[in-house]
T-cell receptor, first 110, second 115 residues
Framework: QKEVEQDPGPLSVPEGAIVSLNCTYSNSAFQYFMWYRQYSRKGPELLMYTYSSGNKEDGRFTAQVDKSSKYISLFIRDSQPSDSATYLCAMGTGRRALTFGSGTRLQVQP | GAVVSQHPSWVICKSGTSVKIECRSLDFQATTMFWYRQFPKQSLMLMATSNEGSKATYEQGVEKDKFLINHASLTLSTLTVTSAHPEDSSFYIC???????????FGPGTRLTVT
């Protein structure tokens, strides 16, 4: 079993839809949780960073963490074609390297 | 957010030659940097952890004599691919965590093509 599981997609939605991206993990030692967006042939861009259970909102993005269920989500409201990318969940402990999910490819259709 | 740069963004080299990739943290100091490689449509694979002032730590299966890492200062780490072969062709990305938090920022990546 992988430490972090993420549905690879691809996920195709119409413009304006609400998108839900999810990851589950098995290591209860993870202290913080991140979501990255990666466009083709580019480095990952940090979207959201959280370290506690609950919701964190930033514009159209909401990150949700449930440590008791070992489950994290990223919601994108009013999705735009420019949101089409691969979304990676990542988790970490201290200053060690992050553990990544496999990434979910999202396509927002205009 | 913090900025991490990489140079070059794209390099083509001949088999048997060496290539150096630079990773810089532009607006913060990074005692640790991480090097990843990524194949098409796959997630990032950690290669090594670069530590300022000490030897790098390599992941299992990564040849330390082939992928030389030098963390020369608090803002610069370099990855040198020695005696490159076509199978080394990949997308190489570095990241650095900020000191004040655990947020990690990635460079834009370097695409290496070995012919």
């Amino acid at each position: 079993q992988k430490e972090v599981e993420q549905d690879p997609g691809p996920l195709s939605v119409p413009e304006g839809a609400i998108v839900s991206l999810n990851c589950t993990y098995s290591n209860s030692a993870f202290q913080y949780f991140m979501w990255y967006r990666q466009y083709s042939r580019k480095g990952p861009e940090l979207l959201m960073y959280t370290y506690s259970s609950g919701n964190k909102e930033d514009g159209r993005f909401t990150a949700q963490v449930d440590k008791s269920s070992k489950y994290i989500s990223l919601f994108i409201r009013d999705s735009q074609p420019s949101d089409s990318a691969t979304y990676l969940c990542a988790m970490g402990t201290g200053r060690r390297a992050l553990t990544f999910g496999s990434g979910t490819r999202l396509q927002v259709q205009p | 957010g913090a900025v991490v740069s990489q140079h070059p963004s794209w390099v083509i080299c001949k088999s048997g030659t060496s290539v150096k990739i630079e990773c810089r943290s532009l607006d913060f100091q990074a005692t640790t940097m991480f090097w990843y490689r990524q194949f098409p449509k796959q997630s990032l694979m950690l290669m090594a952890t670069s530590n300022e002032g000490s030897k790098a730590t390599y992941e299992q299966g990564v040849e330390k004599d082939k992928f030389l890492i030098n963390h020369a200062s608090l803002t610069l780490s370099t990855l040198t691919v020695t005696s490159a072969h076509p199978e080394d062709s990949s997308f190489y990305i570095c990241s650095a965590p900020q000191r004040a938090s655990y947020e990690q920022y990635f460079g834009p990546g370097t695409r290496l093509t070995v012919t």
